[in-house]
């Protein structure tokens, strides 16, 4: 009974740690240094209680308090905690994590790039349960305004990167030029979407749909695509896939450090 009781306890964990960090999730949420009241809203509880709190944060240089101001930000030993996890954070071991359960969730091929020199770069490739007349191979350049993980680049990295490696791709005799403006109604489209959705653009009857993941500072984006038979792509269906996909793709970027950007605090 004893060790039932003792295990029941480790799952338990330890209370003081958890709201302590929403004090310092409501710091991190701030985007700013805040005050003590701000603090207390944000983070569910009394002004009393969000001060100890502070105090026993500050001890330990996770929190420091500005002696001008008062105002609370994070404090030194929290910035070199974020610093060492960014040096271990291994972005594309992480992120491929994810992919056995997207492609075991939705049945269909699932696959990683990275931007490279000459374009989006596939680095991991899973096929699912339904056969596709294509063969990926990793490390494979896929092209920028045909594939689905290419328009991704196109609408979230600048011209400066994309702009030579499309003009590039367009002088290609096997390449289909963009009518005038489609690149722009391409970007608008996938920005305001959320991905990027192409079919038969590499490989006829295949259809695929397109995310971006983001990681903490500057660091440039990656991309996950599905991949399905182009008769398998009904309406319901691409409707579940997409909605799995984004759910990964978010959950992806959450681990990898990445904080969507909210409108600013009111003070």
Known sequence: MAEIDGAADARQGIQSVEIAMTVLRALEEGRGPLTLTQIAAASGMGGSKAHR?????GRIGLVAQSR???HYDLGPSMRRLGME???RMNEVGLASEHLPGLRDRTGHAVNLA??????PVIVRWDYGSYALPITVRVGATMPLFASSIGRVYLAHLPETLTGPVLRAEMESVTSRRPAAGEVARITKSVLRDGVAL????VVPGVTSVAAPVFAAGESLPLAVALALPAREATESVMAEVTTALLETTAEMSAELGHTPVRPARRQ
């Open 198 to 201: 192409t079919s038969g653009g």
């Open 85 to 87: 996890a960014l040096r």
């Open 114 to 119: 990275v931007w490279g020199d000459q374009g």
């Open 68 to 70: 001008s101001s008062g």
């Open 53 to 57: 709190y502070l105090v026993s944060l």
